[in-house]
């Protein structure tokens, strides 16, 4: 009668140990290196690059040489680097490209955007304007956004997050990456 009392008690507790190593595990972070225009980014996942050049206006298609994106979609999240070179006509503004792309995602969701709050400061010894903000979507679903803009010569560099309002580890894995974006100068 005991060791039928322990079976189960056994079973459940292997369980428990296997389901706690499982969750406690780290997600392992690597750098990673992306396109051809010198970027590199600590990130918990890998990217695809993807070709975006069919979505772009034809306005938007003539004021850019070159153009690299790489995204990583899965567990209702979403992210992307985008990459530009343009031509010597443009004339690069921070605040523009910020706008940009906020307006571009609030109207990919359909909905609004909230609590906005925009920073300068230095990362890896570039000026980065960073961004977060919240995206209602149609459907009243929110969704937490941040983003990083850096502008190097001719080059804009520009990685997004956008997840699931609420989840602090996607909060902070985007946060990281943020942070990590580096530009080697040897590739400019």
């Known amino acids: ?13 292997c369980f428990l ?34 070709n975006i050049e069919s979505q772009l206006t034809p306005a938007v298609k003539k004021l850019i040489k070159k153009m ?13 680097i985008n990459m ?8 690069f503004t921070m605040d523009r490209a910020v706008d940009g ?25 570039n000026e980065a304007s960073l961004t977060s903000a919240t995206i209602t979507d149609r459907n009243e679903s929110k969704m937490e956004f941040q983003m990083v803009i850096i502008n190097k010569g001719r080059k804009m560099y520009q990685l997004m997050g956008l997840y699931k309002q609420g989840s602090d580890q996607a909060r902070k894995n985007t946060a990281q990456m943020l942070e990590s974006i580096c ?5 400019l």
């Open 1 to 13: 009668m005991k060791k039928q009392i322990m079976l189960p008690f056994l079973l459940a507790a």
């Open 17 to 50: 140990i296997l389901s706690c190593k499982n969750s406690s595990s780290e997600t392992k972070w690597e750098t990673i290196e992306l396109g051809s225009m010198g970027l590199s980014v600590e990130a918990p996942f890998t990217f695809k690059e993807k």
């Open 68 to 80: 690299e994106t790489f995204v990583n979609e899965e567990k209702g999240s979403y992210y992307a």
């Open 84 to 91: 530009a070179e343009y031509g010597d006509e443009v004339e």
């Open 101 to 125: 792309a906020l307006n571009e995602m609030r109207l990919k969701a359909g909905g609004k955007i909230s609590n906005r709050k925009d920073e300068m400061k230095k990362i890896n010894g």
């Open 183 to 187: 530009i080697n100068e040897n590739d």
